[in-house]
C-alpha cells in the first residue's frame, strides 16, 4: 500500500509546468504569478498624513492642554491632491487632509478632534477650501512626535518585492500590486481539466430519480472544485459503465489533466479500471481514509487522476492528490499544514492517514462536521465542513484536546 506522501510525489511528477501570459490586473484575480512584483516606486510615495486635522511644528505646541489650549495661526490649507506644500511657517499650522503630503518642517499632525474647529461653526466641514488661512485655532492636545505621519516608503520602498512568485492572486494580492504601480503581471496560463463521474447509476440533478439511482453530485463537486483551484474545466458527455464508450470519450477529451470519479476499486463493474488498467493506468491502495482505491497514469499523452464514487472520497483525494498536481503546473506555492485543537474525539484506522470534513469553532478548536466522520458517503457532511482534520496513520484515536493536522479550504 502507498503511503499518501508517495502517491502524491507519484502524482505531480505526471505533470508539467505550463507556459507563462501577460494579463491586466483587472484580469488577475485567481490567476498564479510566474514572475515577482516589485515596487516602481517607494510607497507612500511622499510624506502624508493620516488624519484630517493640522501640521504642526511639536515643539511649538507641547505645552497645549484641554485647561491650557496653545493658540496658533493657519498658514495653508492642505487638500489631498494639492502637490508639494510651501514648508510650514514657524509659529504657524497648516489645515491638512488625509492623504495630502506634509509640508517640511512639520514633524506631527494634530487631529481636527483636539482643536476647537471640531464641531464648531466655521469647523472643517464648513471651512471652504482655500479660506482658513489667517484663522486662529486653538489646540488642545500635545501631539507626540511624528504623530499621524505616515512617511515616504514604510510601507516599501522602490525595487522591494511586493509579491513573489507562486503567489496566487487574491484581491489583497492585487491591490498590492496596484499600489507598486505594477499594471500588467506574468502568470501561468490556466490548467485545463476534463472531469468525468462515471457509473449508470446516475442521474443529473433536477431530473426524476429512478429506483436504484443518485443524483450525480460528483460530477458537479469536480468541476467547482477544479474551476475553485484555478482551472478552466471541461465536462465530459457521461460514459456510463460502458468501457468502450468511456475511452471513447477520454480520446476525445483535449486537456492538460483528466480527473475521472468511480468504478476504480474491486467490484465487477469497476469500468475505469476496467478500461485503462492495461492502457497505463496503475490502481493502487493508498493508505488514506477516504479514498483508499486509487489510479493514477497517463492516457493518451495525458495525466490522469481515477478518484473513487463515493464523495467525501472524491472531495477528499481532490484537496490530497489533485489539487497538489494543479499547484505544481502553475508553479503555486504549496500551502503549509496548520494546526489546531479537536473539540471532541473520534477514531481513525490503523495505519491510514484519515482526513475528517470538521467545523471551526468560534474558539479555533475543530470537531467533525457531522457525526459520521470520515465515512465517505457523507455527502451532506461536506456542506458543513470547513477544513480537513489530519490524522496520522500511527494514531487510532483522537481524544478531545489533541491536536491534529488542518488542511483549510482554499475555495
Same mark, same amino acid.
Given at each position: 500500500? &502507498?503511503?499518501?506522501?508517495?502517491?502524491?510525489?507519484?502524482?505531480?511528477?505526471?505533470?508539467?509546468?505550463?507556459?507563462?501570459?501577460?494579463?491586466?490586473?483587472?484580469?488577475?484575480?485567481?490567476?498564479?504569478?510566474?514572475?515577482?512584483?516589485?515596487?516602481?516606486?517607494?510607497?507612500?510615495?511622499?510624506?502624508?498624513?493620516?488624519?484630517?486635522?493640522?501640521? %504642526?511644528?511639536?515643539?511649538?505646541?507641547?505645552?497645549?492642554?484641554?485647561?491650557?489650549?496653545?493658540?496658533?495661526? %493657519?498658514?495653508?490649507?492642505?487638500?489631498?491632491?494639492?502637490?508639494?506644500?510651501?514648508?510650514?511657517?514657524?509659529?504657524?499650522?497648516?489645515?491638512?487632509?488625509?492623504?495630502?503630503?506634509?509640508?517640511?518642517?512639520?514633524?506631527?499632525?494634530?487631529?481636527?478632534?483636539?482643536?476647537?474647529?471640531?464641531?464648531?461653526?466655521?469647523?472643517?466641514?464648513?471651512?471652504?477650501?482655500?479660506?482658513?488661512?489667517?484663522?486662529?485655532?486653538?489646540?488642545?492636545?500635545?501631539?507626540?512626535?511624528?504623530?499621524?505621519? &505616515?512617511?515616504?516608503?514604510?510601507?516599501?520602498?522602490?525595487?522591494?518585492?511586493?509579491?513573489?512568485?507562486?503567489?496566487?492572486?487574491?484581491?489583497?494580492?492585487?491591490?498590492?500590486?496596484?499600489?507598486?504601480?505594477?499594471?500588467?503581471?506574468?502568470?501561468?496560463?490556466?490548467?485545463?481539466?476534463?472531469?468525468?463521474?462515471?457509473?449508470?447509476?446516475?442521474?443529473?440533478?433536477?431530473?426524476?430519480?429512478? %429506483?436504484?439511482?443518485?443524483?450525480?453530485?460528483?460530477?458537479?463537486?469536480?468541476?467547482?472544485?477544479?474551476?475553485?483551484?484555478?482551472?478552466?474545466?471541461?465536462?465530459?458527455?457521461?460514459?456510463?459503465?460502458?468501457?468502450?464508450?468511456?475511452?471513447?470519450?477520454?480520446?476525445?477529451?483535449?486537456?492538460?489533466?483528466?480527473?475521472?470519479?468511480?468504478?476504480?476499486?474491486?467490484?465487477?463493474?469497476?469500468?475505469?479500471?476496467?478500461?485503462?488498467?492495461?492502457?497505463?493506468?496503475?490502481?493502487?491502495?493508498?493508505?488514506?481514509?477516504?479514498?483508499?482505491?486509487?489510479?493514477?497514469?497517463?492516457?493518451?499523452?495525458?495525466?490522469?487522476?481515477?478518484?473513487?464514487?463515493?464523495?467525501?472520497?472524491?472531495?477528499?483525494?481532490?484537496?490530497?492528490?489533485?489539487?497538489?498536481?494543479? &499547484?505544481?503546473?502553475?508553479?503555486?506555492?504549496?500551502?503549509?499544514?496548520?494546526?489546531? %485543537?479537536?473539540?471532541?474525539?473520534?477514531?481513525?484506522?490503523?495505519?491510514?492517514?484519515?482526513?475528517?470534513?470538521?467545523?471551526?469553532?468560534?474558539?479555533?478548536?475543530?470537531?467533525?462536521?457531522?457525526?459520521?466522520?470520515?465515512?465517505?458517503?457523507?455527502?451532506?457532511?461536506?456542506?458543513?465542513?470547513?477544513?480537513?482534520?489530519?490524522?496520522?496513520?500511527?494514531?487510532?484515536?483522537?481524544?478531545?484536546?489533541?491536536?491534529?493536522?488542518?488542511?483549510?479550504?482554499?475555495?
Amino acid at each position: 500500500m &502507498r503511503s499518501v506522501a508517495e502517491h502524491v510525489a507519484a502524482a505531480t511528477a505526471l505533470v508539467s509546468a505550463l507556459p507563462t501570459e501577460e494579463v491586466s490586473l483587472g484580469d488577475a484575480l485567481g490567476r498564479v504569478l510566474a514572475d515577482p512584483v516589485n515596487s516602481r516606486t517607494d510607497n507612500p510615495p511622499f510624506d502624508n498624513s493620516a488624519m484630517d486635522g493640522y501640521a %504642526v511644528r511639536g515643539d511649538e505646541v507641547a505645552a497645549a492642554s484641554d485647561s491650557a489650549p496653545v493658540a496658533m495661526i %493657519v498658514s495653508a490649507d492642505i487638500p489631498a491632491g494639492s502637490g508639494m506644500p510651501d514648508p510650514l511657517a514657524p509659529g504657524t499650522v497648516a489645515r491638512i487632509m488625509t492623504g495630502a503630503p506634509v509640508p517640511e518642517g512639520a514633524d506631527a499632525i494634530v487631529p481636527v478632534e483636539h482643536t476647537d474647529a471640531f464641531g464648531g461653526a466655521g469647523g472643517p466641514s464648513t471651512r471652504p477650501r482655500g479660506m482658513v488661512t489667517g484663522t486662529p485655532i486653538s489646540i488642545a492636545v500635545a501631539p507626540a512626535l511624528e504623530a499621524h505621519i &505616515r512617511r515616504r516608503g514604510e510601507d516599501v520602498r522602490e525595487g522591494d518585492e511586493v509579491l513573489r512568485s507562486g503567489t496566487r492572486l487574491g484581491p489583497w494580492q492585487i491591490a498590492a500590486a496596484a499600489s507598486a504601480g505594477v499594471a500588467r503581471l506574468t502568470v501561468a496560463r490556466r490548467p485545463r481539466v476534463a472531469v468525468l463521474a462515471t457509473g449508470d447509476e446516475l442521474t443529473a440533478p433536477g431530473q426524476p430519480l429512478p %429506483v436504484g439511482s443518485i443524483y450525480d453530485s460528483n460530477g458537479m463537486l469536480m468541476t467547482a472544485l477544479a474551476a475553485a483551484t484555478g482551472a478552466d474545466v471541461v465536462v465530459l458527455p457521461r460514459a456510463g459503465d460502458d468501457p468502450a464508450r468511456l475511452l471513447g470519450v477520454l480520446a476525445e477529451a483535449s486537456a492538460d489533466l483528466i480527473v475521472t470519479s468511480g468504478g476504480v476499486s474491486v467490484g465487477a463493474y469497476d469500468v475505469v479500471k476496467a478500461a485503462l488498467a492495461s492502457r497505463g493506468v496503475d490502481f493502487v491502495p493508498v493508505a488514506m481514509q477516504p479514498g483508499k482505491p486509487q489510479g493514477l497514469g497517463v492516457f493518451d499523452g495525458t495525466p490522469i487522476v481515477c478518484l473513487p464514487g463515493n464523495p467525501v472520497s472524491v472531495a477528499v483525494s481532490f484537496a490530497v492528490i489533485v489539487a497538489p498536481m494543479l &499547484r505544481a503546473m502553475v508553479g503555486e506555492i504549496e500551502p503549509e499544514l496548520a494546526y489546531a %485543537v479537536a473539540a471532541t474525539g473520534w477514531r481513525s484506522p490503523p495505519g491510514r492517514q484519515q482526513h475528517v470534513p470538521v467545523r471551526i469553532n468560534p474558539n479555533g478548536t475543530v470537531e467533525p462536521a457531522t457525526g459520521g466522520g470520515s465515512r465517505s458517503h457523507l455527502a451532506a457532511s461536506l456542506a458543513h465542513g470547513e477544513a480537513l482534520a489530519v490524522v496520522a496513520p500511527e494514531t487510532t484515536e483522537v481524544s478531545a484536546g489533541d491536536t491534529v493536522g488542518l488542511m483549510r479550504r482554499t475555495w
